[in-house]
């Protein structure tokens, strides 16, 4: 009995933690779909810095693969080819070859200073001392910024 109260809870505990993820992506892709022609979603991106936006990555329907930067007020959406810059993985390659003792945490796509940039979490294998954050141009990947060890 006691098992199945806290598995219960469990899960009540995991949908009402996870609501605001899928609420924002969910909104992001109508967004994306509406300005872009977003007809296949690959990835979705929650980004917070100065601002929060959120990506949706994808495909328009004559499979142009677009990634739809979306503000969290709405309003100035910006649509990038994926073609023009980085993937995350070629984002996080960069990283890994300049700081190759760090495990990649994650990686997403947003804006600092109006530039579309990836940020790459990273935290120190040999090291507890917390995480390190990379900033990178979405279109050639030089590092904007780094802050490390927050």
Known sequence: MVLLFV???????????S????????????????YA?????DDFY???REETYFTVMGKDENDRALAVIIPKSGDKVRVEEQSEGLSEQEAKQAVLQEHEDETIEKASLGIVDNDPVWEVVTTDENDDEGSNYYLLQFQDGEEVKNLRDI
């Not at 022609?37 to 979603?41: H, K, L, P, S, Y």
Request: proline share 3%; charged share 25%.
């Open 37 to 41: 022609n977003i007809d296949t979603v």
């Open 19 to 34: 609501r605001p993820m899928r609420q924002a992506r969910q909104e992001a892709v109508e967004i994306a779909e509406e």
């Open 7 to 17: 598995i219960f809870f469990s899960i009540i505990f995991y949908i009402r933690a």
């Open 46 to 48: 929650w980004f917070t």
